[in-house]
Each structure stands twice: as structure tokens, then as C-alpha cells.
């Protein structure tokens, strides 16, 4: 991985042995998913009233979106740059209500470009073994609360689309 914008390791201590698990799964080298993922992504993007819900796996160089709404075209980021390389460093969910007032964030062009990101959530896709191979986030332009509810009704999402990789 060439850019690390934030500041702070995003390399978990199991790397190598979650992406064995990861590339083990088959799910990388798929064309977006039409099915279960993308309705998981709609609902998402419909639930929490946010204008982007991304599926994405999180892979040794990049982030790979299996599904998303509001994201059309975008199907890879750097993994220097994609806040789902911080998802995965946690059990819990991850939660920036301002982004710009984070300071790991101040240098990611997420945030700081073009593109505007202010409001970021993602639950992480956890294995039954416990690697945490990707998240599923929702992503706003505009900065927000995000209560323990709301953060409980994202983890179940991510419970979903971990059903349906492990089934």
C-alpha cells in the first residue's frame, strides 16, 4: 500500500492471515453484486437516510465495493485512503459524526477534497473465525448523530451480508 492518509497504523496484526481468509472466500474477483448485497446497500442507503450505503471488502492495496447506492462507477478506492481500512482495525462499529473535526481524518481527500465526506458509519463484515474482511458503510456530505440504535440496526445489516458470504 503506497498512501496511508490518516496518521496511524490501518494494518491489523492478523493481515496476512485475513486476507488468506478473505481471498479464500471467493468474492474478489466477482463483478458487483446484483443480488443480496445491492438490496442490503438500498436499505441501508433508505434506513439511515443517507444519499451513499457501500458494501466493501478490504483488500492488501484496495477497497473493493461489491455493492453500493449512490456510488455508481466508483468499484475500488485506495485502501490509503477509504475509511472502511479503519472499519476493520475494530470489533464495534465505526462512527465519525463530523469528520472534519477528526483529527486521523484532517489529511484523508475524502474529507478535505472535492468530495466532501462529513458523516461516515460502517459495521465490520466479521467471519464466524473472526477476521474482519470488510464493512458495510453509509456515507453522508452532511455531518450527523448516529445513536447506538441506529449503530445496532447497521451491525444486523452487516450480520446479513455475512450469512450470505458464509452460506
Known sequence: MKNNSFGMPIIPDNEEER???????????TYEENGTFKHI?????????????????VDR????TKAQAGMDGITK???????????????????????????????????TGEFGLQFYAAAPLTTKDGFN????????????????????????LAAVVMEEIEK
Open 19 to 29: 486476507l488468506a481468509k478473505l481471498r479464500s472466500l471467493n468474492l474478489l474477483d
Open 41 to 57: 446497500a438500498a436499505i441501508a442507503s433508505r434506513m439511515f437516510n443517507v444519499p451513499i450505503a457501500l458494501v466493501n471488502l
Open 61 to 64: 492495496d484496495f477497497v473493493v
Open 77 to 111: 478506492v485506495e485502501r490509503g485512503i477509504s475509511l472502511c481500512s479503519l472499519s476493520i482495525l475494530r470489533s464495534e462499529v465505526t462512527v465519525f459524526e463530523n469528520a472534519r473535526e477528526e483529527p486521523c481524518l484532517l489529511a484523508n481527500p475524502m474529507v
Open 133 to 156: 474482511i470488510g464493512a458495510v458503510c453509509i456515507v453522508d456530505k452532511a455531518s450527523r448523530k448516529f445513536p447506538e440504535s441506529d449503530q445496532k440496526m447497521l451491525e444486523s
